[in-house]
């Protein structure tokens, strides 16, 4: 199932704005209730603060100066307010007109300040209730008969005992929750429209932020199978998406470098082919056009099968390049002094180049030492030294030199005679290239050779390179110890 950017976006974002909204309303909604829970405890204290300073104690009498008409909301019809007074022994010191006949819960008060708790008011309201135990002011009055006439016959009263009163105030409380109510509705309505018109400005500006990928959707859909050297512009790309552009482009380059070296080498490969087959159809015909010595037409087979060998050799060069490139070729490292190598490969090349006064010279330390496997580290400089000897000038210098260094065994190939230029160095590596492009060969220098060595010598875990100079031609080789 293919997952929608588009859907993720949208998704997240609505997603992380419906968390943000959820978030803020409940903290706004929790701080609101606990100030409107905060100012109704703090109405329904002061209330039960004003009755309790309307009791006095004169001896052991116990009084209220409260009247219900000094507060409506006590003896009101509709949706009245209660309180209710006790003396310590249980006994009702007063309640309101509200309560009838009726009586509150009584609840004692904690030292840590006047319980408020939800009750069931009288009329079957919901309602919030306060209790508060407290001891009346005292009055001390001295005995009206005792006016001063005498005040020798006058009797000081003993100070009467402070009694105890509780004091419950109710109150409902369905304004309060009628508040609360409308406000979880008016944050839920408008959490619910800020969250339509986010998922609408999201999608607008989701849409807007993924015109990019669909330009650059477009633009990689114009692009044909036949024609990859169209790119993607990148000037007109934003910024996030110019790296991928960027890779893209890069990615066209390195797809349409791999389709133009397949045609060349199928082109290559079909006019390396062609030649030797021209020539032995050459031959054959030949040898067909009249009637022969068996020892021309002996001859004639003898061309033919070097024909046969050379196109051959280019074909293993072709099959083992593909192995190299492909890692199917398997190594068995080992230390190899390269000198005693050098001097053993030089040998089939020996005759041929002393009959060219062909100077060779093999300059390599006898303690020279690299760790390679031995078959390619062979192939490599069997390759290098027939190649150096094919294209040395007669009476011309062939040198191999080297020396350890960062534990590397630098070695390099020089012949004379070079006619290359500086500038054709970097494609002596490519397959099928030649200095001279009337030059048609088949076998080991058909334009395998170098490209060969090179796979090699990465195979190994080193590195190639070459270079002209003064008419001498050089091939660096740099192996691991």
Not at 247 to 276: I, K, S, W, Y
Request: proline share 4%; glycine share 6%; hydrophobic share 45%.
């Amino acid at each position: 199932m293919t997952r929608s950017l588009k859907r993720r976006l949208l998704g997240w974002t609505t997603g992380g704005m419906v968390l943000l909204l959820a978030v803020f309303a409940t903290v706004l909604y929790v701080a609101i209730e606990r100030a409107l829970n905060a100012s109704f405890n703090e109405s329904l204290a002061i209330t039960a603060k004003a009755i309790a300073a309307s009791v006095k104690q004169e001896d052991a009498k116990v009084e209220v100066e409260f009247l219900d008409q000094e507060m409506p909301e006590f003896h009101r019809a509709d949706r009245p307010a209660y309180y209710e007074l006790w003396l310590a022994d249980g006994s009702v010191l007063k309640r309101s007109a509200s309560l009838g006949g009726q009586d509150l819960a009584r609840t004692a008060a904690t030292p840590a300040g006047p319980p408020f708790r939800a009750i069931a008011l009288p009329d079957g309201r919901p309602g919030r209730a306060v209790a508060v135990v407290f001891q009346p002011r005292l009055e001390d009055e001295q005995d009206e008969e005792n006016d001063g006439k005498d005040a020798k016959r006058r009797t000081p009263r003993p100070p009467a005992a402070a009694q105890e009163v509780t004091l419950v105030v109710a109150r409902g409380t369905a304004d309060l929750d009628s508040q609360l109510a409308s406000l979880r509705w008016l944050l839920a309505a408008a959490g619910a429209g800020t969250v339509l018109l986010v998922l609408l400005v999201a999608a607008i500006v989701v849409r807007q932020g993924l015109r990019p990928l669909r330009s650059l959707a477009a633009g990689i859909a114009s692009i044909r199978e036949d024609d990859l050297s169209a790119r993607l512009p990148a000037q007109r790309t934003v910024a996030e998406v110019v790296p991928v552009v960027e890779r893209l482009n890069e990615l066209l380059g390195r797809l349409q470098e791999a389709f133009r070296r397949e045609r060349t080498l199928t082109a290559d490969v079909a006019h390396e082919l062609r030649t030797p087959l021209a020539g032995m159809r050459s031959t054959i015909d030949v040898a067909l056009s009249r009637s022969r010595a068996p020892r021309e037409y002996e001859q004639a087979l003898r061309d033919c099968q070097e024909i046969v060998r050379q196109t051959q050799g280019m074909v293993d060069n072709l099959l083992c390049l593909a192995r190299l490139e492909d890692g199917q070729v398997a190594l068995r490292l080992e230390g190899i002094r390269l000198a005693e190598l050098v001097d053993l490969l030089w040998l089939p090349h020996a005759q041929q180049a002393r009959a060219r006064r062909i100077v060779f010279e093999n300059r390599l330390p006898a303690d020279a030492r690299c760790t390679a496997d031995r078959n390619l580290l062979t192939m490599v400089t069997s390759n290098l030294l027939a190649n150096a000897a094919e294209y040395t000038n007669e009476g011309g210098r062939i040198e191999v030199s080297g020396a350890v260094a960062a534990n590397a065994l630098e070695v390099a190939f020089r012949n004379s005679g070079c006619t290359l230029s500086p500038e054709d160095a970097p494609h002596v590596f490519d397959r099928f290239w030649r200095g001279d492009a009337a030059r048609s060969a088949t076998g080991v220098h058909c334009g395998l050779g170098l490209s060969l060595i090179k796979r090699a010598v990465h195979a190994l875990g080193g590195a190639v390179a070459a270079e002209v100079a003064d008419g001498r031609f050089t091939v660096r080789v740099t192996l691991p110890c």
